[in-house]
Nanobody, 125 residues
Framework: QVHLVESGGGLVQAGGSLRLSCAAS????????MGWFRQAPGKEREFVAA????????KYADSVKGRFTISRDNAKNTMYLQMNSLKPEDTAVYYC??????????????????WGQGTQVTVSS
């Protein structure tokens, strides 16, 4: 069992930056691949980024590639999403998730086993 809690969301102007954190409880955090998803109003939840259990492999949605960076610190049981050059279309609730599927990095929400409650990110134009 993994309990996930996101933080770091907020209101930022277009072009600005935010760093989201996902704190995990449990002793087995390092054995899970992790991911970030987001859901904008009226839209389905979509994949943003994923990271392997070691942090050595990452995967990004085309819409955020080059602007967002996913990372993790297994010693702190925490995953991060550094978001730069934010755009109004990045506005959404951001969720972190954990999956038992270690490889390949999966992008479907159906493949993730544990979810956080979400944190709101709002980018103003």
């Amino acid at each position: 069992q993994v309990h996930l809690v996101e933080s770091g969301g907020g209101l930022v102007q277009a072009g600005g930056s935010l760093r989201l954190s996902c704190a995990a409880s449990g002793r087995t955090f390092s054995s899970y691949a992790m991911g970030w998803f987001r859901q904008a109003p009226g839209k389905e939840r979509e994949f943003v980024a994923a990271i392997s259990w070691s942090g050595g492999r990452t995967k990004y949605a085309d819409s955020v590639k080059g602007r967002f960076t996913i990372s993790r610190d297994n010693a702190k049981n925490t995953m991060y999403l550094q978001m730069n050059s934010l755009k109004p279309e990045d506005t959404a609730v951001y969720y972190c998730a954990a999956t038992r599927i270690s490889w390949p990095l999966v992008t479907s929400q159906n493949d993730y086993d544990y979810w956080g409650q979400g944190t709101q990110v709002t980018v103003s134009s």
